[in-house]
Nanobody, 121 residues
Framework: QVHLVESGGGLVQAGGSLRLSCAAS????????MGWFRRAPGEEREFVAA????????AYADSVKGRFTISRDNGKNTVYLQMNSLKPEDTAVYYC??????????????WGQGTQVTVSS
């Protein structure tokens, strides 16, 4: 099992940027596809972005395509989410997790504490 700790959230004005980080423990981090998910108040958790184990392929939800970029550094056991041109509707708690690439679903229903992103208009 991979243990995950998210960080980098905060309060930002619309149009601003944030970079989220997800630090993973476990020596087998680099065999998993990794994903970012988010949960807005009163909503279900939704898929945001994913990156394959080697970092060569990525996928995004339509709502963030062209604005967010996912990347990973396997040497640091860390996955990142660069968020640009932020909108108020991006406000949510953001989580990372290992992900099943074919379905975009998390491999395990085990979550970290997440990191809060708040975008003011």
């Amino acid at each position: 099992q991979v243990h995950l700790v998210e960080s980098g959230g905060g309060l930002v004005q619309a149009g601003g940027s944030l970079r989220l980080s997800c630090a993973a423990s476990g020596r087998i981090f680099n065999i998993y596809a990794m994903g970012w998910f988010r949960r807005a108040p009163g909503e279900e958790r939704e898929f945001v972005a994913a990156v394959k184990p080697t970092g060569t392929s990525t996928a995004y939800a339509d709502s963030v395509k062209g604005r967010f970029t996912i990347s990973r550094d396997n040497g640091k056991n860390t996955v990142y989410l660069q968020m640009n041109s932020l909108k108020p509707e991006d406000t949510a708690v953001y989580y990372c997790n290992t992900i099943t690439w074919a379905t975009g679903s998390p491999r395990e229903d085990v979550w970290g504490q997440g990191t809060q992103v708040t975008v003011s208009s």
